[in-house]
């Protein structure tokens, strides 16, 4: 049996600009949650994801995507093409 230690994921510290706005961010959000209770938590995340989207901030997590599955598609074609090579 493998014994699995689970580590904690490390987080680098927040900069001043960035925990100014993240605390603006939850000050709108509590407000607009208690004018609209019935906001759901998956509307919010939501909501989030498309203005990181509008604002360019999820730029970075689009960009490292495709650098993912262009180096995923030329692992896949190389490893064919070494399987081809080798089997004839």
Request: glycine content about 6%; aromatic content about 4%.
């Amino acid at each position: 049996m493998i014994a699995y230690v689970p580590t904690p994921r490390h987080v680098s510290q927040a900069s001043a600009q960035s925990q100014e706005l993240a605390h603006k961010l939850e000050h709108v959000i509590r407000e607009y949650r208690q004018s609209h209770p019935q906001l759901g938590e998956g509307e919010i995340q939501q909501a989030i994801q498309m203005a990181a989207s509008r604002t360019g901030a999820g730029v970075q997590r689009t960009r490292l995507v495709l650098v993912l599955l262009v180096a995923a598609s030329v692992a896949a074609l190389l490893g064919a093409l070494l399987f081809f090579q080798a089997a004839g």
